[in-house]
């Protein structure tokens, strides 16, 4: 009976000691898999925001050349200012709806797997103006 309850044990052991790197493999590679998630995600990020920074600096020089160009009442250039202010924030607010989009995804996607991801907001400069855009980052897991 003791050797039967002794090769138990030692049965358990071995079973508990070589499945757990088998666990730490397994985890280590769920957390690696997010964090390429993140990194791609914001990868994307970084993208939306230099295409945003781009499409601003174009309406940008579009003004100034049309400012400089053309002899403009006072009543012409308030309305390119309008116009102006009006596109850049056109392109603020889809930056800041395709980069909530693919936070909220990649977030989603993590928690999944059980990782906590959060948003980690920087300020970035569009046309002038400071915005607050979300990359992200690993917290828990």
Do not use: W
């Not at 850049?88 to 059980?114: F, V």
């Not at 980690?120 to 400071?130: A, C, D, P, Q, S």
């Amino acid at each position: 009976m003791k050797r039967i309850i002794g090769l138990t044990f030692l049965i358990l052991s071995l079973v508990l000691v070589m499945g757990l790197p088998a666990f730490a493999d397994s985890n280590d590679s769920l957390i690696q898999s997010v964090i390429d998630d993140v990194n791609k995600a914001n990868v994307k990020i970084s993208e939306k925001i230099d295409h945003a920074k781009n499409d601003a600096n174009k309406e940008i020089e579009k003004y100034n050349n049309k400012i400089q160009k053309d002899e403009l009442s006072s009543d012409e250039i308030s309305k390119l200012n309008e116009k102006l202010n009006s596109k850049i924030d056109k392109i603020i607010d889809k930056l800041i709806k395709d980069t909530d989009e693919i936070s909220a995804k990649t977030i989603k996607k993590a928690a999944r797997k059980g990782v906590q991801v959060n948003c980690e907001l920087i300020k970035v400069e569009i046309g002038g103006r400071e915005v607050l855009v979300d990359p992200l980052i690993v917290v828990a897991f």
